[in-house]
């Protein structure tokens, strides 16, 4: 017959018996929660994230053309080139850049309508602010609307020019009627090309963050955390701008918080970067 002090311990053996092994399957599950993933889940991801890329990329392209145009109206009042013809009404302060039914034309996209850039003060490249909106803008079949707000550009403690822009529903709207919308601001400094008249020369570094709603109604926000490099030079291969610094992607999927870490990589015209899922990491071409 077992006495009472060997039941005691037996129980008490058992309990912690019992203890320990809840905790190691309680570490099992949140290892196994966080070293699988769902395939679908992982292409939901993925795609969330390349859209914000093609957003940001796109959004950072129609700054450019305005520049581009402003250059080309710089000698004369209507001048056609790229296959866009730039108009500018000195009445109203709007420079027109009109695509027509559809071309390829600056960095290889074809592109169709208009950008309509609206000056809020006097003066010209790098100094007045701006107003980017879109009329029937297409970029490769994708509807761009939205409104982009550029400030202008002033010269940094490291003598390099510097300005902000913000995005208002910058929208893509795909031919399936998806949507994919951005708001926020960033700050991008010139480190290359500015002023050298060849907006294909310039590099800059962007800092800041950005929010909005995927294609799947899901909300998400990053913010840039190693400030990111794009280069305009990678358009000519055809390339995405993005080639250097690391950005956090934070969303709510499957009534799940998510961190996703983006490395646009080393700076080289790769078109490819990755992408941090827990444990994995996923290779993206651009």
Known sequence: MKTLREFKLKKGTVLLLGIVIGILSLQACQQDEEMTIDSEEQAEEIELVENTTLAEDNSDQEVSLADLAELEVASSSQRSANCFTSNWDSESNV???DFGDGCVGPYGKERSGKILVSYVNEGSLYISDRVITFDNYFVNNIEVTGEIFIVRAEENENGNYQ???????FTLIYPNGNTFVSNGSRTREWIEGAGDGDPSTNRFQITGSLNGESTRGVNWSHTIIEPI?????CLS????LRTAGIKEVKFSLRNRERTRTVDYGDGSCDGSYTVTINNRVVTVEG
């Open 95 to 97: 420079l027109t850049i």
């Open 163 to 169: 300005n902000t822009y913000t995005l208002t529903d």
């Open 229 to 233: 490099i794009i280069d305009f030079s």
């Open 237 to 240: 291969e055809g390339r995405m």
